[in-house]
């Protein structure tokens, strides 16, 4: 089974603070992607990283693959309170019947506060 | 252009019974996932369809859980008898082509609860 482990599960901070989440796994990825889901919403793609030591900027969200395709990191800069939401990393694997099959990590809750 | 549409949105039900949810994909969408999510848990796939097949059903608790895509298109999720641990949101995700990169596009997902 692969598992993807996200830290920190919970993250409170103040409006205009840096912050960064992590999502680890012992298993290689052929991808990975970063996923926003608010309350009563589905997730919807933040951004999707191939290639190992990629770096991806989205505005004030900074996304990292670790060069052996087995860690992401998430920075936002100077977090807003639309910030708020569940962030989760996702992992594919190519091959066989796993092909485009994503396992998610189990997610990290931030609350941004004005 | 419509997103993913499923129904209904909530639904609460006594152990034992059954229920059913529909999901309607984007048009065009070949590829149908259903994923469940437990509060404080990512989404787990249950199971993934290419247009009417079944690619992978390998987590789908198949002997209570059911699901079909007959049409290639719209896709109904069953569960018969339903159990407290089955309380959860359901999602339904579509994707044009199942890939290493592709985007899956989620619905708004049915929230379970199961006395």
């Known amino acids: 089974t692969q598992l993807l482990e996200q830290s920190p599960q919970f993250l409170s901070i103040q409006e205009g603070e840096n912050l960064t989440v992590y999502c680890n796994s012992s298993?290689?990825?052929?991808?990975l992607q970063w996923y926003r889901q608010e309350p009563g919403e589905g997730p919807v793609l933040l951004v999707t990283?191939?290639?190992?030591?990629e770096v991806k900027k989205l505005k004030r969200l900074t996304f990292q693959f670790g060069d052996a395709r087995k860690d992401s990191s998430l920075h936002i800069t100077a977090a807003q309170p639309g910030d708020t939401g569940l962030y989760l990393c996702?992992?594919?694997?190519?091959?066989?019947?796993?092909?485009?099959?994503?396992?998610f990590g189990q997610g990290t809750i931030l609350t941004v506060h004005p | 252009e419509a997103g993913v549409a499923q129904s209904p949105r909530y639904k609460i039900i006594e152990k034992r019974q059954s229920v059913a949810f529909w999901c309607n994909p984007i048009?065009?969408?070949?590829?149908l996932y259903w994923y469940q999510q437990i509060l404080g848990q990512g989404p787990k796939l249950l199971i993934q369809?290419?247009?009417?097949?079944?690619?992978?059903d390998s987590q789908l608790p198949k002997d209570r859980f059911s699901a079909e895509r007959l049409k290639g298109v719209d896709s109904t999720l069953k569960i018969q008898p339903a159990k407290l641990e089955d309380s959860a949101v359901y999602l339904c995700?579509?994707?044009?082509?199942?890939?290493?990169?592709?985007?899956?596009?989620f619905g708004p997902g049915t929230r379970l609860t199961v006395l």
């Open positions: 369809f290419q247009n009417n097949g079944v690619v992978d």
């Open positions: 298993s290689v990825f052929s991808s």
């Open positions: 990283v191939v290639t190992g030591g």
């Open positions: 995700a579509s994707s044009l082509v199942p890939g290493l990169a592709g985007e899956q596009f």
């Open positions: 048009s065009g969408h070949a590829t």
């Open positions: 996702a992992g594919a694997r190519a091959g066989g019947t796993s092909y485009g099959k994503l396992t």
